[in-house]
T-cell receptor
Framework: NAGVTQTPKFRVLKTGQSMTLLCAQD?????MYWYRQDPGMGLRLIHY???????AKGEVPDGYNVSRLKKQNFLLGLESAAPSQTSVYFC????????????FGDGTRLSIL | EDKVVQSPLSLVVHEGDTVTLNCSYE??????LLWYKQEKKAPTFLFML????IEKKSGRLSSILDKKELFSILNITATQTGDSAIYLC???????????????FGEGTQLTVNP
């Protein structure tokens, strides 16, 4: 009963390096989301997807790219990491657009030096 | 721009106390308000509220929405140390089928329950 799984759980990068965060869900959800959580700012939506092969920008998309090649996976990429991207990243998924609750992964703590 | 404000930002109580957490919002074409509990890792869903005046209840937790005054409260009675967490409030808009269920979150209330 895995739900939403994020990998890796922790990562330290140097400025300018690239990396990809992986989110996998086994609930057959259509909708998937990437958020970042920073102190004093709550959770902010980076990008989201309403189905396989589709992506859309959220509130804070700059510096990130995403892909949804398979329904169960949603990838978040940082092409050239910056210290401002130090954060905890959460992936979430939901069954559909009918305002169903979102199910969250355990997060990835990312530090950019 | 949608806005969600939670208060207080932090709260320390003793076991057995009753607490009330507040969430006010400004959102165009409001659809629903959701409460989540975040312990050390993933936020977990508590309640979704869409109609004014109808209380949602789960054990010692309850919540109600006032769409006229644009706020919601989350009550926890007879608090326990296991209630210590960040409580997040979020709102969704009426959107098209292609734009998904986007959530706008508040900053959260850090609740600490001491034995």
């Amino acid at each position: 009963n895995a739900g939403v799984t994020q990998t890796p759980k922790f990562r330290v990068l140097k400025t300018g390096q690239s990396m990809t965060l992986l989110c996998a869900q086994d609930m057959n959800h259509e909708y998937m989301y990437w958020y970042r959580q920073d102190p004093g700012m709550g959770l902010r939506l980076i990008h989201y997807s309403v189905g396989e092969g589709t992506t859309a920008k959220g509130e804070v998309p700059d510096g990130y790219n995403v892909s949804r090649l398979k329904k169960q996976n949603f990838l978040l990429g940082l092409e050239s990491a910056a210290p401002s991207q130090t954060s905890v990243y959460f992936c979430a998924s939901s069954y559909g657009p009918s305002y169903q609750p979102q199910h969250f992964g355990d997060g990835t703590r990312l530090s950019i030096l | 721009e949608d806005k969600v404000v939670q208060s207080p930002l932090s709260l320390v109580v003793h076991e057995g106390d009753t607490v009330t957490l507040n969430c006010s919002y400004e959102v165009t074409n409001f659809r629903s308000l959701l409460w989540y509990k975040q312990e050390k890792k993933a936020p977990t869903f508590l309640f979704m509220l869409t109609s004014s005046g109808i209380e949602k209840k789960s054990g010692r937790l309850s919540s109600i929405l006032d769409k006229k005054e644009l706020f919601s409260i989350l009550n926890i009675t007879a608090t326990q140390t296991g209630d210590s967490a960040i409580y997040l409030c979020a709102v969704t808009r009426m959107r098209s089928e292609t734009s998904g269920s986007r959530l706008t979150f508040g900053e959260g209330t850090q609740l600490t329950v001491n034995p």
